[in-house]
């Protein structure tokens, strides 16, 4: 099965930067996904890590330790925009079904 | 291009009635997912679909739950004797292929939803 455990909530103030950590204990594994929601509306996709290190895309990065089961999401420049729900999902191996965290929103206060 | 649709966009249903979801994938789109999400959770998998192969069902939650796609196009998810606990989003999701190592990632690209409502 698969466990994948991220914060409820954070807030953080237009401007600055956070990290949205996310660990997962899986039965194998083919690729870490972030995705970003807001209130009502589809998630869209952000990253994709499947290999240990950091991808960088503009003002958001992500980082993946294979060995430590364990992703984060960072999000600098932060815009009130970015105020959504952000999911984790993990993709095991020979598998294509996504395993969901429960998402972190994320509030950004001026 | 268009992106993934679904219909209707909300639903209100009285317990015990059948509704019928529909998602139009992307084209070109091989693979097509549906997910439910119940207010303040992750997304939930019940089924997949990839070209002809025989559709992955492992995650559909009861015996009332049924889906269909003719060939790589339209699907439709069928809930039979709806019951309160069937209130959720439902996501679908189309891409390109399914099975995939490495990269690249194959993402997975999600309709709007349909928000159903079981009174």
């Known amino acids: 099965g698969q466990n994948i455990d991220q914060p409820t909530e954070m807030t953080a103030t237009e401007g600055a930067i956070v990290q949205i950590n996310c660990t997962y204990q899986t039965s194998g594994f083919n690729g870490l996904f972030w995705y970003q929601q807001h209130a009502g509306e589809a998630p869209t996709f952000l990253s994709y890590?499947?290999?240990?290190g950091l991808e960088e895309k503009g003002r958001f990065s992500s980082f993946l330790s294979r060995s430590k089961g364990y992703s984060y999401l960072l999000l600098k420049e932060l815009q009130m925009k970015d105020s959504a729900s952000y999911l984790c999902?993990?993709?095991?191996?020979?598998?294509?079904?996504?395993?969901f965290g429960a998402g972190t929103t994320v509030t950004v206060r001026a | 291009g268009a992106g993934v649709s679904q219909s209707p966009s909300n639903k209100v249903t009285e317990k015990g009635k059948d509704v019928e979801l529909r998602c139009d994938p992307i084209s070109g789109h091989t693979a097509l997912y549906w997910y439910r999400q119940r207010l303040g959770q992750g997304l939930e998998f019940l089924i997949y679909?990839?070209?002809?192969?025989?559709?992955?069902k492992s995650g559909l939650p009861s015996d009332r739950f049924s889906a269909e796609r003719t060939g790589e196009s339209v699907s439709t998810l069928t809930i039979q004797r709806t019951q309160q606990e069937d209130s959720a989003v439902y996501l679908c999701?189309?891409?390109?292929?399914?099975?995939?190592?490495?990269?690249?990632?194959?993402?997975?690209?999600f309709g709007p939803g349909t928000r159903l409502t079981v009174t």
């Open positions: 679909f990839q070209g002809n192969s025989a559709p992955d």
């Open positions: 890590n499947v290999l240990d």
């Open positions: 999701a189309s891409s390109l292929q399914a099975r995939t190592s490495g990269t690249p990632s194959y993402e997975q690209y």
């Open positions: 999902a993990v993709r095991g191996s020979n598998d294509y079904k996504l395993s």
